[in-house]
């Protein structure tokens, strides 16, 4: 890991160079003030897509939906998952139904979908919700 990593503010999006040794202290985000990382999912939608998969820390984004019932039974297991990997990788969740384009642009078939981002490009994809095991099991398999 380098020195300094450069990291998109969960709230602003804005880019910010921080200390590897610094990222367990809560750092701040020098544009909007607010913690640069977030121990719960942000929401990611087409405004902010772009500058939030730059980065050096990966970002697992989960693509739902309202109405789909794995989906709403999953977010609790997300939402456990961006609590123990604070620092490590950056989860966002993505509605399609209010960012269609963003979810055609992703090639969305089917919901949930989870998609893994790093070095700002798509490394792993996997459609269907699991428990917290196979989740994290998944995500070490990516190197996360």
Same mark, same amino acid.
């Given at each position: =890991?380098?020195?300094?990593?450069?990291?998109?503010?969960?709230?602003?999006?804005?880019?910010? *160079?921080?200390?590897?040794? *610094?990222?367990?202290?809560?750092?701040?985000?020098?544009?909007?003030?607010? $913690?640069?990382?977030?121990?719960? $999912?942000?929401?990611?939608?087409?405004?902010?897509?772009?500058?939030?998969?730059?980065g050096?820390?990966?970002?697992?984004?989960?693509?739902?939906?309202?109405?789909?019932?794995?989906?709403? &039974?999953?977010? $609790?297991?997300?939402?456990?998952?961006?609590?123990?990997?604070? /620092?490590?990788? *950056?989860?966002?969740?993505?509605? &399609?139904?209010?960012?269609?384009?963003?979810?055609?642009?992703? /090639?969305?078939?089917?919901?949930? &979908?989870?998609?893994?981002?790093?070095?700002?490009?798509?490394?792993?994809?996997?459609? /269907?919700? =699991?428990?917290?095991?196979?989740?994290?099991a998944?995500?070490?398999?990516?190197g996360?």
């Amino acid at each position: =890991m380098n020195d300094q990593l450069v990291v998109p503010c969960a709230q602003c999006a804005g880019l910010n *160079r921080i200390p590897a040794a *610094r990222l367990d202290q809560s750092p701040r985000c020098g544009r909007c003030k607010q $913690p640069v990382l977030s121990s719960t $999912p942000f929401t990611l939608e087409q405004s902010n897509f772009a500058s939030q998969t730059k980065g050096d820390l990966p970002l697992l984004v989960d693509v739902w939906a309202s109405w789909c019932g794995p989906c709403r &039974s999953f977010a $609790p297991i997300f939402e456990q998952t961006a609590a123990q990997l604070v /620092g490590r990788c *950056r989860l966002a969740k993505l509605d &399609s139904e209010a960012n269609p384009a963003l979810a055609g642009q992703l /090639g969305i078939r089917s919901i949930p &979908s989870l998609i893994l981002f790093s070095d700002g490009r798509e490394k792993a994809r996997q459609s /269907g919700a =699991m428990p917290l095991p196979q989740l994290l099991a998944w995500l070490r398999q990516h190197g996360i």
